[in-house]
């Protein structure tokens, strides 16, 4: 069964980098049939797709428009984990954030989220 | 941007009931949609993918269908564990957007 859990710093100073932490058990960060993704949510923005990023002999990234620039996502091998980095946040990125695991043969599997703040 | 508009936005309903809940999207999207269920300070769960695909552990009275631009999540017969919020997704293409999702109440 697959188990994603999170980790993450809760608050966040604007104008820092974000980072969220997304440890992977019961299967490999590198799968070559699945995509890794990472979502947030706020009461403002509802549900927001970020980015993700899969492994077909090489590594993707798909990101969306609005973050380019702005955002990373890091898959380590090594650790078989998966981290979201959000540079030069400002408080409308206060949000819960989600990774989750994309899998078109067995569904969507999700992290249990991760409460930022961005405060000063 | 494919936009996906749920409806309705909310719902009351009773034990027993049957709810069905639609979702459109902009443009055709296959059968690239999944639905999930959320309760208040959990994350969400997904219920659906692939328009009509049961995910693994949850109930057979969820059942979804579609395919397109048009999509249905059905409750055959609402439990008192079903109070929740509902959203689809879809996940043809990027960025994957989300309907606002829906309120089912007692």
Redesign the interface.
Known sequence: QVQLQQSGPGLVKPSQTLSVTCAISGDSVSSNSVAW?WIRQSPSR????LG?TWYRSKWYY?Y??SLKGRIDINPDTSKNQLSLLLSSVTPDDSAVY?CTR?D?G????????TLVTVSS | DIQMTQSPSSLSASVGDRVTITCRASQDIGNFLAWFQQKPGRAPKSLIYGASSLQSGVPSYFSGSGSGTDFTLTISSLQPEDFATYYCQQYKSSPHTFGQGTNVEI
Do not use: C, I, P, T
Not at chain 1, 46 to 49: F, K, S, T, V
């Open positions: 993704n509802g549900l927001e797709w993700r798909d969306a428009v989600y994309e078109w067995r569904g969507f599997e999700w992290g249990q989220g």
